[in-house]
């Protein structure tokens, strides 16, 4: 008989009508907290066995922990996954009058991609030449270029407040630059070095090798403190610029916001602490790649503006979206030095 039904018979004898009733599955009883559980066999209780203890408080103890000595030394571990792998690095952000900026003469010298061009003389310049040596054709050229010098020194003259304003006007906007807060990635030369393993992350930091972070004041304590286990980025520290070129790809209906505009936020990172003016040009205010990151972020707000935004990515060309980002992502990943 199924457990979980009866059958009923009819008393007229006749034919036996089965009429199912639902039996809801009981749960097995617990015995009695006071009473003492038995064996099957002999009878006789059974001791006592002490459950583990939950470690989730251990857990999240150490991730506090983590976290407090990244955010005392203002320094955080970052993964950035790219079409050769995922690695591990570290960013900081400064005031830019408290860095010096990655050395790119000798990544410039080795790519030719990168290298800048040599300017050489204009053609049909003569060397005996002197630069300050001037000209003059004929007597009315000699008069007007006399006018117009004496003209700039009357102006000259009459500029020296104004002149002064100016400079002062300079240094004001110098010192805001000074002041303003710059990324600053694990770097050398030019090359942003990513570490396959936590392991090899610490390793290089403990070993004292030369690279661009070592300027920082909280670095020789990051080098004595570290462990493996403290190289755990935050969701928001972790970047899959491997995704970026093939979800654009697929269409306006399959664009990741946060993707896309994360992977916009650490691109100009890398290209400001890497010294890449390409792909700060490519993602500069105004761009079409801007005006995609734009349109995202404004996108996956609600009421009026995410409905604005949506129209606006509709007309953003999905292919030269793809193009565009295919090249950065390039022109980073050919300035990573892999480390194992």
């Known amino acids: 008989m199924c457990p979980e039904s009866?059958?009923?018979?009819?008393?007229?004898?006749?034919?036996?009508?089965?009429?199912?009733?639902?039996?809801?599955?009981?749960?097995?009883?617990?015995?009695?907290?006071d009473e003492p559980e038995l064996d099957d066999t002999t009878g006789t209780s059974e001791p006592d066995v002490a459950e583990p203890a939950d470690s989730a408080p251990d857990v999240a103890a150490a991730e506090t922990a983590n976290r407090a000595l990244w955010d005392?030394?203002?320094?955080?571990?970052?993964?950035?996954?790219?079409?050769?792998?995922?690695?591990?690095?570290?960013?900081?952000?400064?005031?830019?009058r408290e860095l010096t900026p990655t050395d790119v003469a000798e990544r410039d010298a080795d790519d030719p991609f990168l290298a800048r061009r040599q300017v050489g003389p204009a053609e049909g310049h003569d060397d005996d030449e002197e630069e300050g040596d001037v000209v003059i054709l004929d007597e009315d050229v000699a008069r007007e270029f006399a006018e117009s010098e004496d003209e700039e020194k009357q102006a000259q003259r009459?500029?020296?407040?104004?002149?002064?304003?100016?400079?002062?006007?300079?240094?004001?906007?110098?010192?805001?630059?000074?002041d303003e807060?710059?990324?600053?990635?694990?770097?050398?030369?030019?090359?942003?070095?990513?570490?396959?393993?936590?392991?090899?992350?610490?390793?290089?930091?403990?070993?004292?090798?030369?690279?661009?972070?070592?300027?920082?004041?909280?670095?020789?304590?990051?080098?004595?403190r570290v462990e493996p286990a403290d190289i755990a980025p935050l969701d928001d520290d972790v970047y899959e610029l491997d995704l970026v070129v093939e979800n654009l790809r697929g269409g306006h209906d399959t664009w990741d916001p946060t993707l896309l505009i994360?992977?916009?936020?650490?691109?100009?990172?890398?290209?400001?602490?890497?010294?890449?003016?390409?792909?700060?040009?490519?993602?500069s205010t105004g761009s079409s790649l801007d005006d995609l990151d734009e349109a995202l972020r404004a996108s996956v707000g609600g009421g009026i503006g995410g409905f604005m935004g949506r129209r606006r990515l509709k007309r953003i060309g999905a292919q030269t979206a793809s193009l565009g980002w295919r090249t950065i992502v390039g022109k980073i990943s050919a300035v990573v030095d892999w480390r194992d």
């Open 6 to 33: 009866l059958t009923g018979i009819s008393a007229g004898g006749g034919s036996p009508t089965h009429t199912e009733v639902t039996v809801a599955r009981q749960s097995p009883q617990r015995p009695d907290a």
């Open 262 to 283: 994360e992977a916009g936020e650490v691109a100009r990172d890398l290209a400001y602490a890497l010294r890449l003016p390409a792909v700060l040009d490519m993602l």
């Open 181 to 224: 807060e710059v990324p600053v990635f694990l770097t050398h030369k030019g090359r942003l070095l990513l570490f396959k393993t936590p392991e090899s992350l610490v390793s290089f930091v403990r070993s004292g090798a030369p690279n661009d972070l070592s300027q920082l004041d909280s670095w020789d304590e990051l080098s004595e």
């Open 72 to 96: 005392e030394l203002r320094i955080a571990p970052v993964e950035i996954a790219l079409a050769a792998g995922t690695g591990f690095t570290l960013r900081a952000y400064r005031a830019a």
């Open 158 to 178: 009459g500029d020296d407040a104004t002149e002064d304003d100016k400079k002062d006007a300079d240094e004001v906007t110098a010192d805001e630059a000074g």
